[in-house]
Every structure is written in C-alpha cells, then in structure tokens.
C-alpha cells in the first residue's frame, strides 16, 4: 500500500485508492436516493407506471446485464492477473471488460433511438423522465469507467487496478439492482 | 507569521471589516424600511439600499479571501509572495472599483440583474482585478512548495473569477439569463466557495490544533469531493420553475439534497481535528470561530438549505421569508465565519501583538451569532405563515405582509444585536488590548 492510502480508518481496508470508495459511497446514495424516488412515484402513479413499463423490453435489459456482469468478471481477472505481476494479461482482460462495456452502451442507444421513434421522451410523463435520468446516469457512468479504464490500461500499477475495477462494480452493482426496480418488477 | 510579504493581506483584510461594517449598516436601514415604509423613501428607496447590502457583503467576503489568500499562500508555499506591489495595486484598484459602483447605485446607476447589478465597466475591472490577483498567487506557488492546501486554494480561486465570466453574458431570453445567472451565483456559493473555504479551514486546523498536515490533507480531499459532486448538479435546485424542463426537479432535488454532506464532514473534521490535536494553542478566540464556522455552516447552508430544496417543499415556499432565513445563517456560517476565523488568526501575528483583545472578540462571536440564529428563527417563523397564508390559502401578498410584520420587527432587533457584535469584533480586531498585553508580559516570567 502506498502512502496515499494508508491512515484512512475503515477506508484503508478496502482495495484501491480510499477516495475512490468516497465516490462509490457518494454514488450509491445518489441512485439509492432516485430508486427511492422511483418506487414512491410508482406507489403515487399505480397505472401510469404499468401502462408505461410494458413498453419496456425486458430481453433487452436482460442481454444487458449478461454484458455488464461478464464485463465485472473480465475485469476480477484482471486484478487477478495484476496481483500475480502479468500485465499483460491484466491489459488484455481490461480491454476484454472495456468491450463489452461499449456493448452494453451499443445496446442502451438502440433502447433508446427505439423508444425514442415511438414517441416517449424524457418530458413524456414522470416515468419516462425517471427511466431516462436513471438509465441515463447509470450509462454516463459506463462511459467514465471506460476513461478511467483507458488510463488504467496505461497506467497499469496494482493500485490503480484495483481503484478502477472498485468502480467498475459499483457500476454492475447499480445496474443489477435498477435492471429489476425498472424492467421486472410489475 | 514567516513571510514579510504576508503583511499585504492586512490592507485586505482592513478594507473587508470597512466593508462588513457598512454591509450590517445598511441591513439595518432595510431592516428598517420594511417595517416602517416611509424611512428615506426619496433619499434610498429599498432596492437600492438592498443592492449595497448584498454587494458590500460579496465584496467583502471576496477582499476577505484575496487577503486570506495572501497570507497563508507565502506560509504553505514557503516563498516570499511573488510581487507585494502588484498585491497593494491590485487592492487599491479592488476598493476604488466598489466605492465607484455603491457610488453609482446611489445615482440609481446599475444594471438591474440581482447581484450582479455592477455596470458592464465594473465587471471588467473585477476581471483585471481577478487576473492581478490570481497571477500574483499562482506565480508564487509555482515558484514555492505545493501541498493540498494551495492546489485546492487555487482551484477554487480561479473557479471563482472563471465562472464570474457568465457575468457578462446578459441574453435577453429571461430563462436562458436565469440559467446562466445561477452559473454564478449558486457555482460561487455552493462550489468553488466552498473550496476556498475548506482550504482555509484546513490551514487553520493545522496551525491550531497541531494535527499532522497528512491527516488534514485527506479529510480536505474528501470534503471538496463531496462538495463538487453535489454542488454542481445541485445547481438543479435553482431551475425547477424558471421554465427548464421537468426533470430538473428529480436532478435538482437529489443532488442538493446532499451537499449537506461536505458541511456535515466539515463539522467532523474540525472536532475530530480539535480532539486529536491536543495542542493548546494561544489564540483560543480563532479555534472558537473554526470551529463556529462548521457549525453555523451545516445549520446555514446545508440544514436551512435542505428545508426548502426538495421540488414539492419549494413549489410551496419558493422566494418566501424561508429563503431570506436561509441566506442569512448560510452567508454567515460558511463564508463571514470562515473570514473572521483567518483575520482572527492572522491580524495578531502581522501586528505582532500578544493574543489582544481576546475575550472582546469572543463576546463578539457570541453575541453576533446570537443576533443571525435569532434573525434565522424569526425570518423562518415568517416564511412558514407566509408559505401558509399566501401559497396555501392564497391570500394576497401585501395582505400577508402585514401578518409578518411582528417577525419583521424580531427581525429587525436582531440585526441591531448582529450590529453590537459586529463593532466588537472590528474593534478587537484592530484596537490593540493595552491594559491585559501589559498584565500577560508581567506574568511571564513567573511561569
């Protein structure tokens, strides 16, 4: 451990840079608070909510999550890979979770120009609005990882691994609890 | 103090109490007109008497960090400032430029845009004087040693002549100017303000309470973190009802909703700094207002600000007494707190006197701070009833006002007691305390 992540209390166990793990806390108050606010809409908006959520598809979101959550072990192995000093099967499983990351991003444009063509906005109703903010940070947090995972790539020290991956599966983790809060559960 | 060139910030720091005085004077003069109508309405009718009240108190507020910046930058940097010559220009240039707008305000030049009612000439001198400002500093980091302190000083001083920029965008479109407006007005307050002050508050924490400056420098990071991570999609907060779309009010409402997050950190860090430290250092009344200064900005600014941020709350209280109760503890707690804590600090050391009027300055925190939360209530009872009978019950707005008018006057009392504290501070800041420094040097060496 370097000396810019040791003396953090409860932050200096956890792997990576210690003010990365303030972002990921930060971060999972930001979509807890918006999942939060999407289930008392939902509680609000009985019908509306229903009326609108069977416009999603399912399968869609489904492939999704099978990108993300392989690109998640692509990138365990990479750590796994670095921690045994072979960087360059730790560059190559990076850039293995970087691409399906960028698939997971091919998919969510295609969701979105098709909802989009049939007509429903981010202004259409407060479903619509909440599926497009939550959808729509969750993908812009897609894009930051594949920076940081770029610069990773270039940069390939153990800490700075293990700091990019920490955030890599905070972004699983978002997905995986909005993937049911907004395409399942009905 | 190490640095002969440390003694510029006293020209700063001397023009910032002038400025604080008259900022309180005329508060007191709008305090008054709103429960006696008629007071000098030929002479200074309110909206002008309300334009020096808020600009006196940016522009102090401002010379206050120039002068805070002057003097902690040589001490972290280790190096003589750059050009002290170029320091006391620029300070000149800075009070003429504010002497000429209050000037111009009282012959009812100005631009009418809340705030930034400066003529356009003004706001160019502010952006020369900027310019001198952040050349003189950034030159003596680079040539010096950089820690956390100076690199986030500096961040959030050029945030601050950076986004002034906006100033200067006037479009006629209303949304588009509110949009812009707030650019400033909320990425200066609840952004690189908060830089500044967290920066300073670290310098003080270090020279206060002795802690190691690594322990400092961390807790730094994480409070500007958090307070850039919600502070500027908190900007959200200000475009529910200017006429921007929707989903505004779900961005608005949760990332404002956080920014009590860096003030929260800003009251542990402080405490846990003063706990751990265990230095007991001489200048008592500077840890008192450090430590005033977290406290009274997590009520002001994060507390106050989180009553009326969530989008459904504020459709109901928006631009209601609430708001005034919330400007008033904010400005107070984060940035005059922070302003008095440095000049507290500082002014000793440059006049090199033995720790002065101490306790003076004490019952000036005391009594000060009493008058702004007495205010806060008052104005926050007022907001509640006008929130009540005019959004509710839809009563008319004049019909309203006099149902406040009670409160105006608690108000109004208030800032008289703000007032009395206020001179005391000045003048333990600058009248030198005779009779105890005699008494304190006679002591020492018995001990």
């Known amino acids: 451990m370097s000396d810019d992540t040791e003396n953090w209390g409860a932050l200096s166990e956890l792997p990576g840079n210690p003010l990365m793990w303030v972002l990921i806390l930060s971060e999972l108050m930001v979509f807890g608070a918006f999942f939060a606010a999407f289930s008392v809409s939902r509680v609000l908006h009985p019908a509306m909510f229903l009326a609108d959520q069977v416009r999603l598809d399912r399968l869609v979101g489904g492939v999704n999550t099978m990108l993300l959550l392989t690109s998640g072990l692509a990138a365990a192995l990479a750590v796994n890979a670095r921690g045994m000093g072979d960087i360059r099967r730790c560059r190559l499983w990076l850039g293995g979770a970087a691409l399906l990351g960028l698939g997971f991003l091919g998919v969510k444009l295609a969701e979105y120009s098709d909802k989009a063509a049939q007509g429903f906005g981010i202004e259409t109703d407060t479903f619509w609005t909440l599926f497009y903010l939550m959808t729509g940070f969750h993908a812009a947090h897609v894009v930051l990882g594949l920076v940081i995972m770029a610069i990773v790539v270039w940069k390939p020290s153990l800490e700075n691994v293990e700091t990019c991956v920490s955030f890599w599966h905070m972004v699983d983790l978002i997905w995986v609890l909005l993937y049911p809060i907004v395409y399942l559960i009905r | 103090m190490k640095y002969d060139s440390q003694k510029v910030a006293l020209y700063y720091f001397a023009g910032a109490l002038v400025l604080f005085v008259a900022q309180i004077l005329f508060g007191l003069v709008i305090g008054t007109i709103v429960v006696l109508p008629n007071t000098l309405s030929e002479l200074l009718p309110f909206n002008i008497a309300r334009m020096i009240h808020t600009n006196a108190l940016i522009v102090w507020l401002l010379m206050g960090f120039f002068g805070a910046s002057y003097y902690l930058i040589p001490e972290e940097a280790e190096t003589e400032l750059y050009s002290t010559r170029l320091a006391i220009v620029q300070f000149w240039l800075f009070l003429i430029g504010a002497a000429a707008a209050v000037v111009g305000y009282l012959f009812h030049i100005h631009e009418g845009r809340e705030f930034l009612e400066q003529p356009l000439w003004i706001k160019l001198a502010i952006v020369v004087v900027a310019l001198m400002f952040l050349f003189n500093i950034t030159m003596t980091v680079l040539k010096g040693r950089k820690t956390a302190i100076t690199n986030i000083l500096l961040l959030g001083l050029w945030g601050i002549a ?190 090199k006197r033995e720790p002065y009027n101490q306790l003076l300055n004490m019952w000036g925190f005391w009594i000060t701070s009493s008058g702004v939360t007495f205010m806060t209530f008052a104005l926050t009872f007022a907001g509640v009833v006008q929130s009540h009978l005019q959004r509710v019950l839809g009563m008319g707005f004049m019909e309203v006002q006099e149902q406040l008018s009670l409160f105006y006057w608690m108000r109004l009392g208030a800032g008289l007691a703000t007032f009395i504290g206020v001179v005391l501070i000045v003048w333990s800041l600058v009248v030198p305390g005779k009779a105890k420094q005699v008494g304190r040097v006679a002591a020492q060496p018995a001990e």
Request: overall charge neutral; some cysteine; proline content about 3%.
């Open chain 2, 162 to 351: 950076v986004f002034f920029l906006f100033s200067l965008y006037n479009p006629a479109n209303l949304i588009m100017d509110k949009i812009f407006w707030w650019w400033v007005v909320h990425l200066w307050v609840e952004g690189v303000w908060e830089l500044v002050m967290a920066s300073i508050l670290a310098f003080l924490m270090i020279k206060l309470t002795g802690v190691d400056r690594e322990v400092v420098e961390k807790w730094l990071y994480v409070i500007i973190g958090l307070a850039l991570f919600s502070g500027i999609l908190g900007t959200g907060h200000h475009y529910y009802w200017i006429g921007t779309p929707g989903y505004w009010q779900w961005i608005g409402s949760v990332f404002s909703t956080l920014e009590v997050a860096p003030f929260f950190a800003m009251v542990v860090f402080t405490f846990m700094m003063v706990w751990k430290g265990g230095r007991a250092h001489p200048n008592k009344a500077a840890l008192l207002w450090s430590l005033g200064c977290s406290v009274f900005a997590f009520f002001g600014a994060g507390v106050w600000g989180f009553l009326h941020t969530l989008a459904p709350v504020n459709y109901i209280t928006h631009g209601t007494q609430i708001t005034a109760a919330h400007g008033h503890l904010a400005f107070y707690g984060a940035y005059v707190m922070i302003n008095i804590a440095i000049m507290t600090y500082a002014m000793p050391n440059i006049l």
